[in-house]
């Protein structure tokens, strides 16, 4: 059973910068991909960035710009920086990984961007 386990979450004032980390209880080399999705409060959950096992990333337009994913093979974690947050990023991020056709999640960190 694959674990994941997320930090990094918090309180930010608009404009300010987190970086997320979800660490995986495997070597993250064995996911297909791996991701992070966010809900918001009222609202479904929604991609925000994948990263393939090759490296490559893909990200939604409104992370575009703003949020890099990222992953660390030695370590098995992958990362989200987020900057220039804006109070409409306020959500619970999730870490998501894809392993063969099974799509594994943690239990989620929470952004809250207010000032």
């Known amino acids: 059973q694959v674990q994941l386990v997320e930090s990094g979450g918090g309180l930010v004032q608009p404009g300010g910068s987190l970086r997320l980390s979800c660490t995986a209880s495997?070597?993250?080399?064995?996911?297909?991909?791996m991701g992070w999705y966010r809900q918001a409060p009222g609202k479904e959950r929604e991609l925000v960035a994948d990263?393939?096992?090759?490296?490559?990333?893909n990200y939604e337009h409104f992370a575009k710009g703003r949020f890099t994913i990222s992953r660390d093979d030695a370590e098995n974690t992958l990362y989200l920086q987020m900057d220039s947050l804006k109070p409409e990023d306020t959500a619970h991020y999730y870490c998501?990984?894809?392993?063969?056709?099974?799509?594994?999640w943690g239990k989620g960190t929470l952004v809250t961007v207010s000032s």
């Open positions: 998501a990984a894809l392993k063969v056709s099974i799509l594994y």
């Open positions: 495997e070597r993250i080399v064995s996911f297909n991909a």
């Open positions: 990263i393939t096992s090759a490296g490559l990333p």
